[in-house]
């Protein structure tokens, strides 16, 4: 059992980042921090994020919560929501979680939504949730 979020450098990601630590205290089990970025990473620009990325996960994790959790991450080289589908999906996630954030009207017939793509093609349970 894995509860999965959707990572990126983002208050609305912080969070999803946060629910899904809830989540995965509520469910007893561990957390998979999926975070995809759409370019290319050398090595050194990979340890980089993994260094920014941890830290930010250990501090939504906490020590007091008894969550383990392992960052998965990953490039695209196409559609990112479809590559944190088939990572969450790989995993065997019984959970994903996602953060979104409002668009206007033009946003949505014009640009795709990262969101919209994972919502749309998981085969698992999406938990959304958006800055207040």
Do not use: C, F
């Not at 994790?61 to 990953?74: A, I, K, P, R, S």
């Not at 790989?90 to 919502?119: F, H, M, N």
């Amino acid at each position: 059992m894995t509860v999965a979020v959707a990572h990126q450098v983002s208050a609305t990601a912080r969070i999803a980042l946060t629910q899904a630590v809830q989540e995965a205290k509520l469910r007893g089990t561990d957390l998979a921090v999926l975070h995809v970025v759409n370019s290319s990473l050398d090595a050194d620009r990979a340890e980089a994020y993994r260094l920014g990325v941890s830290d930010e996960i250990e501090r939504a994790v906490g020590t007091e919560t008894g969550v383990t959790w392992e960052l998965h991450l990953q490039t695209a080289t196409a559609d990112v929501g479809e590559a944190i589908v088939t990572l969450s999906e790989g995993l065997g996630a019984d959970l994903l979680v996602i953060g979104a954030r409002r668009r206007s009207p033009v946003g949505k017939a014009l640009l795709g939504s990262v969101a919209q793509t994972i919502i749309l093609q998981a085969n698992l349970p999406v938990l959304v949730v958006k800055v207040p």
